[in-house]
């Protein structure tokens, strides 16, 4: 019988498999973070130069004043809401909606009351919808 003690091989952990996982993963997480870089920009908006400007015999102007107030065809809309604004959109449209939306906005109107035209010609059904720019030499004779 033997009784001696056999030498004790000491465990011991293998690096190289954990090692790649981890490789695995930086990879995994650089090709899927997103870098954003939060900087602010002074924007310009731009001005149109046109000789002739397009006519749409299927046109519905509407205009945005500074205050919010809105007027379709140049006949004045009672409220500010959607809904109301949509139902003139749907009357002031002679052509159905095959109707061209010319939004007419102040330079210092707000964003929303763009936005809500846009809204309520979608909501009367006009897919088309442009925006009406001055000329440059027009700007420079107002300033």
């Known amino acids: 019988m033997n009784f001696r003690t056999r030498p004790k091989e000491e465990p011991e952990i ?12 930086l990879i995994f997480l650089m090709l899927t973070t997103t ?21 749409y015999p299927k046109e519905v102007l509407v205009s945005v004043n500074s205050e919010g107030n809105y007027s379709v065809n140049k006949v004045p809309v009672a409220g500010r809401n959607v809904a109301e604004l949509a139902q003139a959109l749907q ?11 010319i939004i007419y906005a102040d330079a210092t109107a707000r964003h929303q009351a763009v936005i809500t035209v846009m809204e309520a010609a ?22």
């Open 35 to 55: 870098y954003s870089k939060f900087t602010e920009i002074e924007l310009r908006l731009p001005l149109a130069d046109t000789e002739a400007q397009r006519d």
């Open 91 to 101: 009357e002031g449209a002679k052509a159905g909606k095959e109707s061209v939306v």
């Open 14 to 25: 293998n690096l190289i498999p954990f090692i790649d996982v981890l490789l695995v993963i």
């Open 122 to 143: 979608r909501r009367a059904g006009l897919s088309q919808v442009t925006f009406a720019t001055q000329s440059s030499s027009a700007a420079g004779a107002n300033n």
